[in-house]
């Protein structure tokens, strides 16, 4: 980006007076979504999706309102990071008069070291260099709109939000593989994702489900991306993802856990490269792969094919297996809470996860359940069981406000919490 670029934009990214926003910027490897919070209304969200092939983006207002998308220029991007001055123009002219306050960023890897989110400087983004190894697929991308906004204006606060953040709670055995000492010692563990996800359904267990709140839960994070989080007395115990986010259960299109000796039969026996065992992997296995149909729910759910019934079969079978595996490492079940995409609207797939964890004592109320709960388990059931809709953006935003000393949240504009 040139010199010149920066100073003719540096003006466009909410340097005005009026009411302060917290902007939020969830970068993929072909994605960026976006949210800009008043106190914890979304007053302007989106998202910008196949970037590097065909980039279509998608906004709305406050209330859910569809807005005209931001223009993202004649020449595709080549990543995320590069449709950020667009957006950020975009987003200026709609805001108005409102002041953007900071950046929060979604960041999947924090290493050993980060518990809680951090002020971005230039020794954190050097840090976060060093993290890439273990994140290749995503941490760039998350590193990249960090960087741009910093040239364009290098006064505007940014925090970094990392999805293992929640997780550097699990006890030492729920972190190490079986491998030699010295590859945990370099930090080769499970450091489990989706934290910010987790983070904020522990955030609102009290108002939602109290019974439970300090408990012994189980949450299910059922998106594209899936993963199982033990919590005890809302803290992380136990995550169902490793070292990356191909471990646990099977998701749209990763794989989930696998004997390593599959990945050894791969490269050794059929002489596959290694790129292309991690393109198996990540993105031809998990619900696509075994239902050669498709990685997104909504079609296997609707679709006669026997496979598609088999890859839904499997993918709760994997998860109320490793709902009880949870359970063991929790010492017992209080609760379990279903959300993300899946989780939220797939009354199919938490019926059939309830139904096979009958063992553990939950009655699942199924009407209950046809209507997305909230509360899906019967009256006197053992354990119980919640749909909670999860809201990784809100929880980097309140994140960003917290570390920056602001007051920010008005009563007037706090929703549901
Ligand atoms: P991400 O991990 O990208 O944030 P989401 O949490 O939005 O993903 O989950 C996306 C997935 O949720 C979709 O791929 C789809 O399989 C599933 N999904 C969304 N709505 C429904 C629905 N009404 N019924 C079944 N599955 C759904």
């Known amino acids: 980006m040139s010199n010149a670029y920066e100073r003719n934009h540096r003006r466009d990214i909410g340097e005005s007076t009026g009411p302060a926003l917290v902007g939020v910027i969830n970068a993929g490897s072909s994605s960026l979504k976006f949210t800009f919070y008043e106190g914890d209304r979304p007053i302007l969200s989106g998202?910008?999706?196949?970037?590097?092939?065909?980039?279509?983006?998608?906004?709305?207002?406050?209330?859910?309102?569809?807005?005209?998308?931001?223009?993202?220029?004649?020449?595709?991007?080549?990543?995320?990071?590069?449709?950020?001055?667009?957006?950020?123009?975009?987003?200026?002219?709609?805001?108005?008069?409102?002041?953007?306050?900071?950046?929060?960023?979604?960041?999947?890897?924090?290493?050993?070291?980060?518990?809680?989110?951090?002020?971005?400087?230039?020794?954190?983004?050097?840090?976060?260099?060093?993290?890439?190894?273990?994140?290749?697929?995503?941490?760039?991308?998350?590193?990249?709109?960090?960087?741009?906004?910093?040239?364009?204006?290098?006064?505007?606060?940014?925090?970094?939000?990392?999805?293992?953040?929640?997780?550097?709670?699990?006890?030492?055995?729920?972190?190490?593989?079986?491998?030699?000492?010295?590859?945990?010692?370099?930090?080769?563990?499970?450091?489990?994702?989706?934290?910010?996800?987790?983070?904020?359904?522990?955030?609102?267990?009290?108002?939602?489900?109290?019974?439970?709140?300090?408990?012994?839960?189980?949450?299910?994070?059922?998106?594209?991306?899936?993963?199982?989080?033990?919590?005890r007395g809302r803290k992380s115990v136990a995550s169902t993802m490793g070292f990356t986010a191909l471990d646990g259960v099977p998701m749209g299109t990763r794989c989930g856990d696998l004997d390593a000796g599959v990945v050894l039969y791969l490269i050794q026996q059929k002489g596959m490269a290694v790129e292309d065992v991690a393109d198996l992997l990540y993105r031809r296995s998990g619900m696509l792969g075994l239902s050669g149909l498709s990685s997104d729910f909504r079609d296997l759910l609707a679709s006669e094919s026997p496979h598609a019934r088999f890859a839904v079969d499997v993918f709760c079978y994997r998860v109320a297996g490793y709902i009880g595996s949870l359970a063991a490492a929790l010492g017992g079940l209080d609760g379990i809470i279903f959300t993300a995409g899946v989780g939220e609207n797939a009354a199919q797939v938490r019926a059939a996860v309830c139904r096979a964890c009958r063992w553990l004592g939950l009655e699942l109320d199924e009407a209950a359940n046809r209507l997305h709960g909230p509360r899906i388990s019967a009256a006197g059931s053992g354990v119980a069981a919640y749909v909670i809709p999860t809201d990784e953006n809100l929880m980097i935003a309140r994140h960003a406000r917290a570390l920056l000393g602001s007051a920010g949240t008005s009563s007037a504009s706090a929703g549901d919490l």
């Open 47 to 231: 998202q910008v999706d196949g970037i590097g092939v065909r980039p279509s983006a998608r906004a709305t207002g406050a209330d859910g309102v569809a807005l005209d998308p931001p223009y993202l220029g004649q020449t595709p991007s080549a990543a995320p990071a590069e449709a950020l001055p667009a957006l950020i123009e975009w987003a200026k002219r709609k805001l108005g008069d409102r002041r953007l306050e900071a950046l929060g960023h979604r960041v999947v890897h924090g290493g050993l070291r980060y518990s809680q989110p951090q002020r971005v400087t230039p020794a954190l983004l050097a840090e976060l260099e060093s993290l890439i190894p273990l994140a290749p697929l995503h941490e760039p991308h998350n590193i990249a709109p960090i960087r741009t906004a910093l040239a364009l204006r290098p006064d505007l606060p940014q925090v970094a939000c990392f999805d293992t953040a929640f997780h550097r709670s699990m006890p030492e055995v729920a972190q190490a593989f079986a491998l030699p000492r010295a590859l945990y010692d370099e930090g080769v563990r499970r450091y489990g994702f989706h934290g910010l996800s987790y983070e904020y359904i522990a955030s609102v267990l009290p108002d939602r489900a109290p019974e439970i709140a300090d408990g012994r839960v189980v949450v299910a994070h059922l998106g594209n991306g899936c993963s199982l989080c033990g919590l």
